[in-house]
């Protein structure tokens, strides 16, 4: 009880010390209230130095955290020295979220597909018409974590199955399928060769 006091007393400064102490639009204090509502739910959203393009061409750049539903839509928010910005992913062509964390500098492309709310994470690009997704929203560090999709001829497929050990497996099982042919992990030596059988 004593930790999530602190903490929201943390967040509240935080919030705070992030806009000025001037009086803020509607937009800013609901967009503030969003981060407080997720620090305080325990799903304090991360954010991850990228760029923005959207879908007017313009390119907005800072730390970005993606896929946060307000008023039943999804959106990213953007943070940069101008401060808080939500922006939603209906205006969005694309995200490019950088991993600084090891130094890698490996970018990470966030993209819309037709008929989805949420931004894809895009794991392997065949051609604009066959590519592997899933729903994770971080930059690629080399594991698959959540839900995998395959854009096949434009058609998008979750391949995920409960009884399966993992998205490795989903894949596995669904190449397996498509191939009529059997498939072992060691078959694989790395994700890298496994997008590959696309």
Same mark, same amino acid.
């Given at each position: 009880?004593?930790?999530?006091?602190?903490?929201?007393?943390?967040?509240?400064?935080?919030?705070?010390?992030?806009?000025?102490?001037?009086?803020?639009?509607?937009?800013?204090?609901?967009?503030?209230?969003?981060?407080?509502?997720?620090?305080?739910?325990?799903?304090?959203?991360?954010?991850?130095?990228?760029?923005?393009?959207?879908?007017?061409?313009?390119?907005?750049?800072?730390?970005?955290?993606?896929?946060?539903?307000?008023?039943?839509?999804?959106?990213?928010?953007?943070?940069?020295?101008?401060?808080?910005?939500?922006?939603?992913?209906?205006?969005?062509?694309?995200?490019?979220?950088?991993?600084?964390?090891?130094?890698?500098?490996?970018?990470?492309? &966030?993209?819309?597909?037709?008929?989805?709310?949420?931004? &894809?994470?895009?794991?392997?690009?065949?051609?604009?018409?066959?590519?592997?997704?899933?729903?994770?929203?971080?930059?690629?560090?080399?594991?698959?974590?959540?839900?995998?999709?395959?854009?096949?001829?434009?058609?998008?497929?979750?391949?995920?199955?409960?009884?399966?050990?993992?998205?490795?497996?989903?894949?596995?099982?669904?190449?397996?399928?498509?191939?009529?042919?059997?498939?072992?992990?060691?078959?694989?030596?790395?994700?890298?060769?496994?997008?590959?059988?696309?």
């Amino acid at each position: 009880m004593v930790s999530k006091l602190y903490a929201a007393s943390f967040a509240i400064l935080l919030l705070f010390s992030m806009g000025s102490l001037q009086a803020q639009s509607d937009e800013e204090i609901v967009l503030n209230q969003l981060v407080f509502n997720s620090i305080i739910e325990g799903n304090s959203p991360s954010f991850y130095f990228g760029n923005i393009n959207l879908k007017n061409n313009q390119v907005l750049k800072g730390d970005i955290s993606l896929n946060k539903r307000q008023n039943n839509e999804y959106a990213a928010i953007l943070r940069n020295e101008d401060g808080l910005e939500y922006i939603l992913n209906s205006e969005i062509e694309s995200i490019t979220l950088i991993e600084n964390t090891y130094d890698t500098g490996l970018s990470t492309r &966030f993209v819309p597909l037709k008929n989805q709310e949420k931004l &894809f994470r895009q794991l392997y690009l065949k051609d604009s018409e066959n590519a592997i997704y899933d729903l994770l929203e971080k930059p690629f560090d080399g594991r698959v974590m959540n839900d995998v999709y395959v854009l096949n001829n434009n058609e998008l497929i979750s391949i995920y199955n409960f009884w399966h050990s993992g998205p490795k497996a989903d894949l596995l099982h669904y190449f397996e399928d498509r191939d009529k042919k059997a498939y072992k992990r060691r078959d694989f030596k790395t994700l890298d060769t496994l997008f590959a059988q696309l």
